[in-house]
C-alpha cells in the first residue's frame, strides 16, 4: 500500500496536537516542549538463532514525556516497525495518561521483525538481548514497558526476568513492576489481559446511552481479531451486538448470521489468525469496509481508514480499539457524513489504567480481586468519556481535539508550577 509507506503518523498527531493546543490556550513554550520526545534510543544486538547463526536486530526505545510521572509504553514486535511511527505511539501515550489522569509519561519501543517467523526459543533470546541491551534505560520508576503488537505477557516475562537478573539479587523482588501486562503467575493483574478491550467496551455504552442508542440486536464489523479485536467481539456479545464481519493481517471473513466470537477467538489463539476458520465465507477487503452495520471497531495498526475507506463505511459508529487506525483525511469524512468517533486516545487508555493498577499493586505488594480492577476502571472510562464529551460540545470540536485539549491542559498545568529547571 503506497499510502501506508508515505503516511508521515508522528505529523498527524503533531497536528491534532496544534489543533488542541489553540483551543486549550496552551503556552508556547510547552506546545514546543511536547513536539519531541526527550530521549530516542536506538540499539543494535546479536541474537543467535537456532539454526547457529547470528542475527542482527534493531530495537527502539522512545520517550516522549515524563513531566507526570515515569514513561509508560508497549514494546511492538512488528515488521514495519519505525521510529516515526513509535514517535507518535510514545507522544500518544502522554496524552492517554494526561487524560486519564494517570501518574505516567508516555513511552513506546520495539523490534524492527516479523515474531511469527522465529521460535519460541528465538523469541525468548531476542527478547532477553533487547533487555539487556535497553539496561538502566527502564526501570521501576523510570521507563515501564508493556505488550503490544507482536508481544504478549510471555514477552513481559522474559522481559521482566532478565531486568530482575542483572539488580543486586537483595533487591531482585522489588523489581517486578518493571512491566505490566505480566500473566498472573509473574504478578501480572486480574482483568488485564481484556482491560483495553473493556475500557473501549464502556465507551460504547456511554456513546450509546448519550445517543439514545440500544446496542442490543445491532450489529458490528471488527478490523483485528487479536487480544483488543478478540475481547471486543466476546464483551460485544454479551452486550446482544452480533459481530459480522472480522478482518485481520490473513484476510476478511462475514457472517451474516453473526460470528460465534468464542469459537473464533479460540481458533486465533491455536492458529494465530482468522485463516482457515470454517463458520465465515472469505471476503475481499473492500468487501468488509462496505459491510453495513451499526458499529465499527478498528483493533488493528493504525491508518487503515483513509478516503476511500471512509466513505464505504456504512456504520454509525467508530470505535478505535487500535491507535491511529483513521487518517485525518479519513476522520474528516466520517464526521461530515454524521459517523461518530471514539477516539483512540480516549477508547484505548483502558489497557494503560489497567498497567497502572498492575504497577501499583506490584509496589503494595497486593493482589486485587478482578471486582476491584473491573470497578475502577469502570469508574475511570466513564469519568474520561463525559470529561471528553462535555469539552467537545463546550469548544464545539470533535471528541479527538476534546481529548487532547484535555490532555494537554493537564500537563500543563505541571510545568506551570514546576517551571523549567534550571
Not at 508522528?10 to 508556547?28: E, G, R, T, W
Not at 513509535?86 to 523490534?111: D, R, S, Y
Not at 537483595?170 to 513492576?177: D, G, I, P
Request: proline content about 4%.
Amino acid at each position: 500500500m503506497s499510502e501506508q509507506q508515505h503516511y508521515e503518523f508522528f505529523k498527524v498527531i503533531q497536528d491534532y496536537v496544534d489543533q488542541a493546543s489553540k483551543i486549550a490556550n496552551l503556552p508556547p513554550h510547552v506546545t514546543s516542549i511536547l513536539s519531541q520526545p526527550k530521549n530516542e534510543l536506538i540499539v543494535h544486538f546479536p541474537v543467535r538463532m537456532d539454526n547457529g547463526e547470528t542475527r542482527m536486530f534493531k530495537g527502539y526505545r522512545i520517550q516522549h514525556n515524563n513531566v507526570l510521572g515515569p514513561y509508560k509504553g508497549g514494546m511492538r514486535y512488528h515488521e514495519t516497525v519505525t521510529l516515526d511511527d513509535l514517535k507518535a505511539l510514545a507522544a500518544m501515550m502522554t496524552w492517554k495518561c494526561a487524560l486519564m489522569e494517570i501518574p505516567f509519561g508516555g513511552g513506546k519501543g520495539g523490534v524492527k521483525m516479523n515474531p511469527r517467523e522465529l521460535s519460541s526459543n528465538e523469541l525468548m533470546r531476542v527478547t532477553r538481548r533487547f533487555t539487556h541491551a535497553l539496561g538502566s534505560n527502564i526501570g521501576p520508576e523510570y521507563d515501564i514497558p508493556a505488550p503490544d503488537v507482536g508481544t504478549n505477557a510471555q514477552v513481559m516475562a522474559w522481559m521482566m526476568d532478565t531486568y530482575m537478573n542483572t539488580v543486586g539479587h537483595v533487591e531482585k523482588n522489588a523489581q517486578k513492576r518493571v512491566v505490566t501486562g505480566k500473566s498472573l503467575a509473574c504478578g501480572g493483574s486480574r482483568g488485564r489481559e481484556k482491560a483495553t478491550a473493556q475500557g473501549l467496551i464502556h465507551c460504547i455504552t456511554e456513546w450509546a446511552d448519550e445517543k439514545n442508542f440500544k446496542l442490543e440486536g445491532k450489529t458490528a464489523i471488527i478490523q483485528g481479531f487479536g487480544n483488543v479485536g478478540g475481547n471486543t467481539g466476546l464483551l460485544l456479545s454479551k452486550l446482544g451486538v452480533s459481530t459480522i464481519a472480522v478482518g485481520d493481517h490473513s484476510g476478511y471473513l462475514s457472517n451474516p448470521e453473526g460470528f460465534n466470537s468464542h469459537k473464533l477467538a479460540d481458533h486465533v489463539k491455536q492458529h494465530g489468525s482468522i485463516a482457515g476458520y470454517e463458520a465465515g465465507h472469505s471476503i475481499t477487503r473492500e468487501e468488509f469496509f462496505a459491510t453495513k452495520a451499526d458499529l465499527f471497531l478498528p483493533a488493528a495498526l493504525e491508518n487503515q481508514v483513509g478516503i476511500a475507506e471512509a466513505k464505504m463505511l456504512q456504520v454509525r459508529m467508530v470505535g478505535e480499539g487500535a491507535n491511529g487506525p483513521c487518517t485525518p483525511e479519513g476522520e474528516k469524512i466520517l464526521l461530515q457524513r454524521g459517523i461518530d468517533i471514539l477516539p483512540d486516545v480516549l477508547a484505548n487508555s483502558g489497557g494503560v489504567t489497567v498497567s497502572y493498577y498492575e504497577w501499583v499493586q506490584n509496589k503494595r505488594s497486593e493482589t486485587w480481586d478482578l471486582e476491584e480492577v473491573d470497578t475502577k476502571l469502570e469508574i475511570a472510562m466513564k469519568r474520561g468519556y463525559h470529561r471528553t464529551s462535555t469539552y467537545a460540545r463546550e469548544h464545539s470540536c470533535s471528541m479527538r481535539v476534546a481529548a487532547y485539549a484535555l490532555a494537554l491542559q493537564n500537563i500543563a498545568a505541571a510545568y506551570a508550577e514546576r517551571d523549567i529547571f534550571p
